[in-house]
């Protein structure tokens, strides 16, 4: 039988929101759950509460055959004995200790020396912390908590604490080093670029609770709620009304528009009043009048509202009856002199529009 | 010069910095980390030598190490002796008596410790006594030695406290500060001139030297160092 940690806890904070979350983590090699959701969401909670720091007030963690928490019988294993390998967002490295002695610190045995070779760490073995980069202190963090060989990785958003370029460059590495390292993770994030980048599955937290949980590409492509859309990013979420339905499309109404779209996978739970989620980037712009035939279900006459730039893209914001945001590289925008106040249509096929249920 | 009662002060002062490092680390820790919400009794308990009157602290000690009470009666059984008017009597009193000056410090420094660190250390398997030693410990050394040093430079003028507890036997319960009391009271102005400024030069030394190795304790962090 595989083993996986299972946890299903309730802890409120004095003044706080109650947190409830409950999840499973396989615990094979090299698999990453990110936990993602907006700051204040109560992600950091449910990590503490994993790996021993934090007592919640209700519930169980499970891991493998161990009971590491459960409230019925008052079991608290100590973090000391659950063999997590935790790293706080600033890494909390000791700053009276060298980077050896730092990654010696919890090794039950000798110095694993090819540990800090394997880091990268060997020429800076005999400095302390504070003579160390952002990248190097995560380095060191990581090392640290391998050389005390823990089952299970626990990373608080590991990035945050680095500038943009150089955050960009690790989370490459740090995939690779979580993919050759074996050992499974569960990693914090507001990002949904780490997010994308990281994880292998993903649980979303808003507001305290867990509101789903899946393989990344599924969650980000297809939110439950519309606070889950809004989480992951979806750039536009109208509430809309459903018209008709038949043969696996429904056709809603938002505002004065009318859109075609593929129906939810399970159409027993949407009722009449629903959100719809569409990304910016599968919204087309035309000309109007341009009248080319194309296999998308939706144009839509519209006028845009505004136009802001966006690194190598600008952002379009449409207005159909109701605001609907495109996204356009440069060039584009350049070419068909897109300017504000000007007449288009904007073009979304069916399958690129999420309903969900409001 | 009075270099009895010098000597006895400085082994007084060193015995009692010693007994405050074994016993105010544990107890610093306890009003540092321990959750309990009356630990504010406790803590107000430790700081009272600040505020009391040594006469009225040292009453209290003869009174409690007296011949007839508990503590009396045990320590004569154990050892057959008398604590009033010894100089294990005026250790006890001088123990209690700077109390807050080696606690204090201690709590302040391990308060500072980032909670981080100390959860660091438990995740990475340590217990917590041992990472009190090797975590906490190492971060605190300043405020530990300055602890340290406070005692030893309040006990070594302490006046009132020694002279309800330990009276005046030379040699035995002598000590400094009151030899000055009583070369100044038999106006033999000169001795007491000489002591006094022994007293000062050891004074000033002492916290010199704290200043100096705070400084030097602080240069392994290499922010402060380069």
């Known amino acids: 039988m595989a083993s996986e940690l299972n946890v299903d806890i309730r802890k409120r904070h004095a003044g706080g929101p109650q947190i409830a979350a409950a999840l499973r983590v396989p615990l094979g090699a090299h698999f990453v759950m990110v936990l993602f959701g907006p700051s204040g969401a109560g992600k950091t909670t449910v990590l503490r509460a994993i790996a021993g720091l934090d007592r919640p007030d209700a519930g ?86 391998l050389a005390a060989e823990p089952r299970l990785l626990l990373l608080d958003e590991p990035l945050s604490a680095l500038d943009a370029p150089l955050r960009l460059r690790l989370r490459t590495d740090l995939r690779q080093l979580l993919e050759s390292v074996e050992v499974p993770a569960i990693l914090v994030t507001h990002d949904r670029t780490e997010a994308l980048a990281l994880g292998d599955s993903i649980a979303i937290m808003i507001g305290g609770r867990l509101r789903q949980a899946g393989p990344v590409e599924s969650v980000f492509d297809s939110p439950a709620d519309a606070d889950v859309a809004e989480a992951v990013g979806v750039e536009t ?51 109007a009048g341009s009248a080319n035939l194309t296999s998308a279900r939706n144009h839509l006459p519209a006028r845009i509202a505004l136009v802001v730039a966006e690194g190598p893209l600008e952002r379009v914001v449409l207005d159909c009856g109701f605001k609907l945001t495109a996204m356009v590289t440069r060039q584009s925008a350049d070419e068909m002199r897109l300017r504000e106040g000007d007449q288009v249509v904007a073009v979304v096929k069916a399958t690129a529009i999420r309903i969900v249920r409001r | 010069m009075e270099w009895q009662a010098i000597w006895l002060s400085l082994r007084l002062s060193f015995w009692t910095t010693l007994i405050l490092l074994a016993l105010g680390l544990p107890a610093a820790h306890w009003l540092t980390y321990s959750p309990r919400r009356w630990k504010f009794l406790a803590e107000a308990l430790v700081a009272l030598p600040l505020v009391l009157p040594p006469t009225v602290l040292g009453f209290y000690i003869l009174v409690a190490i007296g011949p007839h009470s508990p503590a009396g009666r045990l320590y004569a059984t154990l050892t057959g002796g008398m604590l009033p008017f010894s100089f294990q009597g005026l250790l006890v009193a001088s123990v209690i008596y700077s109390l807050p000056f080696a606690v204090q410090p201690f709590a302040a420094s391990f308060a500072a410790v980032d909670r981080r660190l100390i959860e660091a250390s438990w995740c990475l398997g340590i217990s917590r006594p041992a990472t009190f030693f090797r975590v906490i410990v190492p971060l605190s050394i300043p405020g530990i030695v300055t602890g340290m040093i406070l005692s030893f430079a309040h006990t070594l003028g302490e006046f009132g406290v020694v002279l309800m507890v330990g009276g005046n036997l030379p040699g035995v319960t002598r000590t400094v500060s009151i030899a000055i009391y009583d070369d100044a009271q038999a106006l033999d102005y000169t001795a007491a001139w000489h002591t006094s400024l022994l007293l000062l030069g050891i004074s000033f030394a002492v916290l010199a030297a704290t200043y100096g190795l705070r400084r030097k304790a602080w240069a392994v962090w290499p922010a402060y160092g380069q």
């Open chain 1, 60 to 145: 169980i963690i499970r891991c493998g055959d161990e009971i590491w928490y459960d409230a019925t019988t008052g079991v608290h294993m100590p973090p000391q004995k659950r063999r997590v390998g935790y790293l706080s967002q600033d890494y909390a490295l000791f700053p009276h200790l060298t980077v050896r002695r730092n990654v010696a610190y919890g090794a039950p045995a000798a110095m694993p020396g090819d540990l800090l070779a394997r880091f990268g760490l060997a020429n800076l073995a005999d400095r302390y912390p504070g003579q160390l980069s952002g990248g190097q202190l995560q380095r060191v963090a990581l090392a640290r908590a």
């Open chain 1, 237 to 287: 979420i109208s509430p809309a009304r459903v018209i008709s339905r038949s043969a696996g499309l429904m056709t809603v109404e938002i505002g004065p528009a009318r859109l075609v779209a593929v129906d939810a996978d399970d159409p027993g739970e949407l009722r009449d009043q629903v959100f719809a989620c569409i990304r910016a980037e599968s919204v087309m712009i035309e000309r």
